[in-house]
């Protein structure tokens, strides 16, 4: 039972690292600020559109968590997809890497603009 109930814990305090923001949220969060901000589409989608600042980490990529381990963990982290999906994973994978700040943008970019 402690074993399950430890699991749990450091779960609920992984989700807890984690926030969700609409886009109008996100959006006064990064704009003028030095911010991680991170789009985790391919570079083809990357390439047509991406929103200023944003630093391209593939989550299909074989080395995406070694580039996301480049990041500062002592930093708030915004990441964004195209529809949401891709960044919540990678959200939860900043998480385990013990990232403790992270914004996830509510709808990716298809929401943002």
């Given at each position: 039972m402690s074993f399950l109930t430890s699991l749990f814990g450091i779960n609920s305090q992984k989700n807890e690292a984690i926030t969700v923001l609409n886009a109008a949220d996100f959006k006064t969060a990064i704009t003028n600020k030095k911010v991680q901000l991170v789009d985790v589409r391919t570079p083809n989608e990357f390439k047509t559109g991406h929103i200023k600042g944003a630093k391209n980490i593939d989550s299909f990529s074989s080395n995406f968590k070694?580039?996301?381990?480049?990041?500062?963990?002592?930093?708030?982290?915004?990441?964004?997809?195209?529809?949401?999906?891709r960044s919540r994973q990678s959200a939860k994978k900043l998480a385990t890497l013990g990232f403790t700040e992270i914004y996830d943008l509510k709808n990716g970019i298809l929401g943002y603009n």
């Open positions: 070694t580039e996301l381990e480049k990041l500062d963990k002592s930093k708030a982290v915004y990441v964004y997809c195209r529809s949401g999906a």
